[in-house]
């Protein structure tokens, strides 16, 4: 019915008013339950992780499982570390870092140049990129293998370092590229007239205006490292360097049934990044979908 | 100032570094793995095998072995299954998550986070989940009177890929959603108010306004999602390892088993090509209709 014809219908006022409204109550409610679904659907598992790292020994095997234990404890916390979970974070840690330092620094030299310099095959080259970040891990297993293994490198962290940073820049540099072109030149003219060389521009002008956009870049290195299993996998065989996700793997073969260590381990894995992710969200998420929508 | 041509020799310090890895480090295996896919090489019983030329020999022996297509089956329906999924969820999500004024970036924080954790953790938290007696999702189930008997999601033929896919949907999904929901958050309100004037209900402004509008990053997610779907493997690793009887091998995971399993680095190789070429089909189609896009005039 249209809205004109509404009016003119004869229909009281008040009717038009209280079926409005009326409408609007049930689709907020419908839009509450949907999000509380979604919601529940999405943060249920952690509350399940977290609620088994606590329990105690004798309450994680029972049939049906309890929900709400009576009482809680930190000995699987105490066991992991006890294995060497703390080792772990410190080397998941360091080569995560250490790739987030250099994804970042090449990243934004790779991005200035892509969106401010002129040069032959530049169309060319970014659509490339993307093509390196879809490659499907599977064609790179052998290869980098045979070749960290000649290397010399394998059960070391630079095969780490070295094959995460290559895994991260495709995304980050097509990230930064379309933030930073979305940066005025004049900025640029500005900071060249007064005498800047390019390279001092970068640092100087460009690199504080496009803060946001380096952050959601050092954070996608981080995430991307901090959760690499499957070269890891390949690359690590002493247990004293593994990384998080690995030692979590191993674990799982051997203690397969203790589930509250297991947990315990899960949720040391998973808090670094939950943390750094719930603290700098209103940076990320407009800047990991910037580029999104630029595309 | 002195205008040139191109800046050339500067733009070869500001992208070398990056672009040196990044070939290095992916064009070189692609290529590698190119080459190896026409050689028989492996580790045997005394250390490396030599290289042997056996040109299309493994791939002939790929195509007739029957678990290559099983595998490929099982590769089909979960990458086209789990897209689908994801971009209806996705789609629902952001809807409702744009209709939402107050808390929203509240509801986008709890709504990413399975996103951010690791997919090892995924796995196994979602094992533990799916856990024939201990897990909390057969006792929900039998709760609420769904099934008699509990399952054993993770052995069962028929059950263990969909409850992989349904781990994997929990931690994709958010990703597409708030690509979704940023090209939702474009849409003009004008076209929404338009067609309030005209007297549509809210049915009709979806799918005369919003679904035409996003149909673009649609499409784009949805490659998107495939391709990370096909190239996916943490999960499936930790979850079952390819069982139970190869129901959930996917093509990936027997790259995987060929090559550091029985150590046949040629077959691996080969196959690993096999899933390449297929990407870059997908990739090549994408390009090519976005060139398409841009080129012709709107």
Redesign the interface.
Known sequence: ???S?RQLSGEPRCTQVISRIWGKIT?NII?FL??LS??S???F??L??GI?SLKLKKD??????V?IPSKITFEHYQQIIKIGFGRFTVNSFYVAGVVTIIVVI??T??A???SR????G?EF?L?V?L??Q??????????????MSSLGLVDTYWSLI??Y??LS??FS?WLLTGYLKSISYSLDEAA??DGCS?LQTMIRIIIPTAIPGIISVAFYAF?IS??E??FAL?FINDSRLRT??LA??AF?GQYEIN?GA??AG?IT??LP??IF??VL??LL?PG??AG??K? | ?QKK????W??T???G???V??L???????V??LI?SFFDFGIGQTGLTAMRFIGIANFQELLSSRLFWVALKNTLIWTAGNTIIIEVLAL??AI??N??IRGQ?I????????W???????G??????FDV????I??LL??LGWIRE?VSWLGGLGTALVAIMIAYI?KVY?MAM??L???LQ?IPQELYEAA????VN?WQAFWYVTLPMLKGAIF?TSIFMA?TA??S??LI??MTGGGPLDSTTT??LR??NL??RQFE?GS??A???I??VG??FV?GLM?YRRLRATNTVS
């Not at chain 1, 994680?60 to 499982?65: M, T």
């Not at chain 1, 879809?134 to 070749?147: G, K, T, W």
């Not at chain 2, 290095?24 to 692609?30: A, E, H, M, N, T």
């Open positions: 019915m249209r809205e014809d689709s839009t949907v999000l979604l919601l659907f999405s943060l598992p952690f399940w992780m088994t994680l095997y029972l049939s049906p499982p929900w090449l990243s030299l790779a200035y140049g892509f310099l002129r040069f032959v530049k080259l659509p990129c093509l390196g879809l490659m499907p891990q599977s064609v790179m297993f052998v290869p980098f293998h045979r070749m070295i094959v940073t290559a820049l495709p540099i060249m007239v390019r995430i901090w959760q299993f499957l390949i998080l996700p979590l793997a799982k589930w297991m947990m899960a894995t998973t990044t939950a992710f719930v969200q209103r998420i990991l979908t999104a929508i595309e | 100032m041509k191109t800046d050339g500067l733009a310090y500001f992208i570094p990056a672009l890895i990044m290095g480090v992916i064009l070189y295996p692609v590698y793995n190896l629902i999500a409702y998550l209709k939402e970036s509801y986008r924080v709890a709504l990413l986070l399975p951010v954790i690791p997919g090892v953790v995924t196994i938290a979602w094992i533990y989940m007696q201990f897990g909390p057969n006792d039998k709760q509990y929990w958010p708030t690509m929901l940023a090209d474009s309030k004037v005209d007297g809210s784009t391709l096909f190239n493997f943490d690793y930790i093509l990936g790259v995987y090559g550091f680095f691996a190789s196959l690993a090509t899933m390449f990407t870059v990739v390009l």
